[in-house]
C-alpha cells in the first residue's frame, strides 16, 4: 500500500495525513500481527518520539482507524482497521496470545462468537482473546 492510499484511509476517517501520521500508518500495514507502542517505537527508530507515536495511536482509536487490542500482555497492541465506515462488533475478529513468545496472533477468518447480551446493554466491542503457546514456540 503506497502513501496515496494511506492518505485516502485518513482522509476517508476525517483525519490529516501528517507525516508522523503517515509514517505510523505504514507500520500497521506492514505489520504482520498487531504491535504495541513499543514494538511501533524500534520499528520507526528514531524518526519519531515515543510520545508523538502515542499520540497518532490514540488518535487513530479514538477515529477508529485501529483496533486496539488487551491481550493480557499489560500494554495494548494495535492493528488497522480496514472498514470504511464505523467499527462495528462484525469487524472483531479472535486473537491467539502465545504466553511464551508474548505475540499476538490475528485470526482473522474467525469470527468473534455472537453473545447473547441482556437487553439495555449495548456493546461498542468485543475483545476476544486466546491463550497458549503458538506453533512456533511448542516445537
Known sequence: MNSIDIENILNRKGVKPTSNRILVAKELIKASHP???ADLEILLGFSMEKASIFRVLELFSEQEIVHVIEDGSRSFK???CYSKT?????????????????ETYCFESECVPLVNIPEGFYPHA?????????????R
Open 35 to 37: 504491535v504495541s507502542l
Open 78 to 80: 494495535y492493528e488497522l
Open 86 to 102: 464505523h467499527h462495528t462488533i462484525s469487524d472483531q475478529h479472535v486473537h491467539f496470545y502465545c504466553e511464551r513468545c508474548k
Open 126 to 138: 468485543i475483545n476476544y482473546m486466546i491463550k497458549g503457546i503458538c506453533p512456533k514456540c511448542s
